[in-house]
């Protein structure tokens, strides 16, 4: 059985892996756009690995009173005060998703403007959009005309999975994902 210190330092291990493979990933050069594949919702997702910062383990939130259920509270990541986010929650309307194994929040890259983190569910890993297929004009068609813009891109893996590809520079845009209070 691990003792807390050895796992922590394979946790920060892995961690270290991933951000050395989420930098070489945005420094290819063949220039192929590479996501990294979150579960939220128990949806699988991409994520632009331009639009995020880091990876971190969940993280312990502080409540804000008189905040809308979606918005966890604030959490201290690196010394930065950092608004957590359930996502799925703010897409879907339904009550935020309690504390899961294998959650970890995704901060938003410094040049959105906007300190602020995506609880997800699980990593998933990279993925190469190259080796996927848009869906089809006629599946998307079938969508409920309100879902949002950043949330309408879809593509199909080799294996068939169905991926959803957030464009967070649209979400934070977003009037209602500003406005966190009631």
């Known amino acids: 059985m691990d003792t807390p210190p050895e796992r922590r330092s394979r946790l920060r291990q892995y961690q270290v892996q991933l951000l050395e493979r ?9 220039g192929a756009a590479r996501e990294l594949g979150v ?3 128990g949806q699988a997702c991409l994520l632009d690995l331009t639009q995020i910062s880091e ?7 502080t409540p804000v009173p008189l905040t809308q259920p979606w918005y966890l509270g604030l959490a201290n990541i690196r010394g930065q005060l950092t608004g957590v986010v359930d996502l799925a929650s703010y897409q879907l309307g339904q009550a935020p998703a309690g504390a899961l194994p294998g959650q970890r929040d995704v901060t938003l890259a410094a040049g959105l403007v906007l300190p602020c983190a995506l ?3 699980a990593l998933l890993g990279l993925r190469n959009l190259a080796e996927m297929q848009p869906e089809p004009s ?3 068609q079938q969508l409920p005309q309100q879902l949002p813009l950043w949330c309408r891109q ?6 068939g999975q169905v991926w959803t590809r957030l464009d967070l520079a649209q979400l934070v845009r977003e009037p209602g ?4 209070g009631w």
């Open 22 to 30: 989420m930098q070489a990933a945005r420094t290819d050069g063949v």
């Open 39 to 41: 579960l939220m919702g």
């Open 55 to 61: 990876i971190v383990p969940r993280q312990s939130l």
């Open 119 to 121: 609880r997800i569910e």
């Open 138 to 140: 006629q599946t998307l």
């Open 154 to 159: 879809r593509y199909r893996d080799a294996a």
């Open 177 to 180: 994902f500003l406005q966190v």
